[in-house]
């Protein structure tokens, strides 16, 4: 049985909790709540890393963008240092990994609502100690009954550009699926009270901070057509003291958000509630009012799936990842190829390094359009299990030239999205057990649809296949992704977790948000925590680069220097692109030699982000 910690006989509010917190973002304004959560001080075993101090004296290429703490006991990464917070009291309080990961996915929903939120679904892998397995929940959202593989096909900007656009009426979002993601997750025992894991967010949602990325991103919602249907999103992030869309440090309020998780936190069955109750019937109203094609069936039929992750070997490690209809088994198949290219050798962080990287990521990205939801493809779950043998990664990595070849020579097939709406959490507790989360709800502010219920419907119809059409990247349509009822389509979302095959201790929770990208940033990652055996301030800092075939440039993040990119231009013909958009958002907790963990979030976007600890 777990024990929660000791703590203060004077346990702080949730409304002084946040109040604080509110206030380092200097802002003066009271956030009340009823419920009770507890606050320890945690400053003094949280050792922050100042890793600007660090220079790139080894060769190593930074951003310096990550903020980077070492606690002894348990650790959280997220978007939100508010959710990061709220999670790690949940640990603190005696809850478990689970239950931590939970409570900062909803809170993520309420402070990043342009990325995440119970509009959406996600995947969801944990990983436990004593058992040494992972266990896979797969929330992703699914095609309705009515969908059809054609249905875009006549409308294509309908499929592209979200709800606002649909001429068709067949409005392109699917079931919005954390209440089943997350309730009934029964791996490990339930500690809290449901309730618990809820309340925060819902006192949140009455008054949060607007972060810099939520203002950089208004301009999504700003530029729309004028459509009554896009009316409210507008007014919701449309500052009443202005008339304008909030600034960063604006404090944005949600109220029919919040009564949604009050009913949320305070139902005796939150998954009953949302698919068959009282909410299901709002829903099917919504969607009856708005041409949609959900149906109280849709609703009542949902279920998360939960079944056994798929495993893999890197540096004398085991990690685990879902299967399709995520990228996990193209995203491991990356440093499987670069650990083979290096055997008996030592990697530097030299243009040889970076040349084989991005021509692993190209082979591994020229395999994926062969992938889809592997409730429907006996072919995707078996090609995903054998990415993550090392006979295939050693037949691969003959394909890695000294020069890089044309995009033909990688079999490049089918569309990778790049969808911005996204959101990871890693989590580990004082048991040793681990969470890996990633949620989205497709775009940024997926359909542009607002709920009366207060959350924002995703559009995670654009992320299958269709016929005949291009997607909004230029890529092509591949059977194995095509709309079908039930389906699932594919994800770049990879979530995982490495640990040791004898010992059980974990090694590293990662993940990461950004579309396509997430593909690339996650197998950087992976390789440098397994076979460069860097720590999480380290591998967050890294610069990045990325190649997905189609555009085939190389982009790459600034912090390479000169020499590096000259030499992959000239000496391996690399057509080299450098961007000042973030190649990819990770957060990643990393176990030290003394048995500690490093917790490093990425500042890539600017979402308020920070770790969480004791």
């Not at 009282?278 to 039929?301: C, R, S």
């Not at 020579?409 to 004082?430: C, L, M, Q, R």
């Not at 059409?469 to 770049?492: C, D, V």
């Amino acid at each position: 049985m777990r024990v929660a910690p000791a703590v203060s006989d004077d346990p702080d509010t949730a409304d002084k909790f946040i109040e604080r917190r509110l206030r380092k973002y200097h802002i003066g304004i009271l956030v009340l709540s009823a419920v009770t959560v507890v606050f320890f001080v945690w400053a003094i075993a949280a050792t922050t890393i100042d890793w600007a101090s660090s220079a790139a004296s080894d060769g190593l290429h930074v951003t310096l963008q990550t903020t980077a703490r070492r606690f002894d006991k348990a650790a959280v990464a997220s978007d939100s240092e508010l959710c990061s917070e709220i999670a790690r009291n949940v640990i603190m309080e005696g809850g478990n990994a689970v239950e931590a990961a939970i409570s900062a996915v909803f809170c993520n929903g309420v402070v990043n609502p342009y990325a995440t939120g119970i509009g959406g679904g996600g995947f969801f892998v944990l990983y436990r100690k004593e058992q040494k397995k992972c266990v896979f929940i797969n929330s992703r959202e699914t095609a309705p009954a009515a969908a059809t593989q054609n249905m875009f096909v006549a409308d294509k900007a309908s499929a592209q550009l979200g709800v606002w656009k649909v001429s068709t009426k067949r409005l392109p979002y699917s079931f919005p699926t954390p209440p089943a993601y997350l309730k009934p997750s029964g791996s490990l025992p339930e500690v809290l009270p449901w309730s618990r894991l809820v309340q925060p967010s819902a006192v949140l949602a009455r008054g949060y901070p607007c972060t810099q990325a939520a203002a950089d991103y208004f301009d999504r919602i700003a530029n729309l057509d004028e459509n009554p249907a896009v009316g409210p999103i507008k007014k919701l992030f449309t500052n009443p003291l202005t008339g304008d869309y909030y600034k960063t440090g604006d404090i944005i309020v949600n109220k029919a958000l919040a009564k949604t998780l009050e009913t949320i936190a305070d139902a005796e069955n939150p998954v009953e509630l949302f698919y068959k109750g009282e909410f299901a019937k709002e829903l099917v109203m919504e969607m009856e009012m708005n041409g949609g094609i959900i149906t109280a069936d849709d609703l009542a039929n949902y279920q998360s799936d939960v079944t056994e992750t798929l495993y893999s070997e890197i540096g004398g490690l085991k990690m685990c990842g879902p299967p399709p209809p995520s990228s996990w088994a193209i995203t491991q198949l990356v440093p499987k190829i670069i650990e083979e290219l290096y055997i008996g050798k030592q990697i530097f962080n030299d243009a040889e390094f970076y040349h084989q990287l991005i021509e692993a990521q190209k082979i591994a990205f020229g395999l994926r359009g062969q992938l889809g939801d592997a409730r429907f493809s006996d072919y995707s779950l078996q090609l995903a299990r054998n990415l993550t043998l090392r006979t295939f990664a050693k037949q691969l990595r003959k394909k890695v030239q000294d020069v890089s070849q044309e995009s033909s020579y990688y079999a490049a097939s089918g569309p990778v999205p790049n969808d911005f709406g996204t959101s990871h959490i890693s989590v580990v507790d004082d048991d040793g057990d681990a969470v890996a989360t990633t949620s989205t709800i497709n775009m940024a502010f997926g359909s542009k649809i607002l709920s009366p219920l207060g959350f924002i419907w995703n559009n995670q119809m654009d992320d299958f296949s269709t016929p005949g059409l291009t997607n909004h990247w230029g890529f092509q349509p591949t059977e194995a992704n095509y709309i079908k009822p039930g389906r699932r389509p594919m994800s770049s979302m990879s979530p995982t977790i490495i640990f040791h095959p004898d010992s059980g201790e974990v090694k590293m929770v990662t993940g990461a948000s950004g579309g396509s990208k997430i593909i690339s940033a996650v197998a950087q990652t992976i390789t440098r925590g397994a076979l460069l055996y860097q720590n999480a301030a380290e591998i967050v800092s890294a610069a990045r680069v990325h190649n997905q075939l189609s555009p085939y440039d190389t982009e790459i993040e600034r912090g390479f220097l000169k020499s590096i990119i000259e030499t992959l231009e000239e000496q391996y013909k690399q057509k080299i692109d450098l961007t000042e958009e973030p190649l990819g958002v990770s957060h990643v907790i990393t176990r030290n030699d003394d048995g500690s963990w490093t917790a490093a979030v990425d500042a890539r976007r600017k979402t308020n982000s920070g770790p969480a600890g004791w």
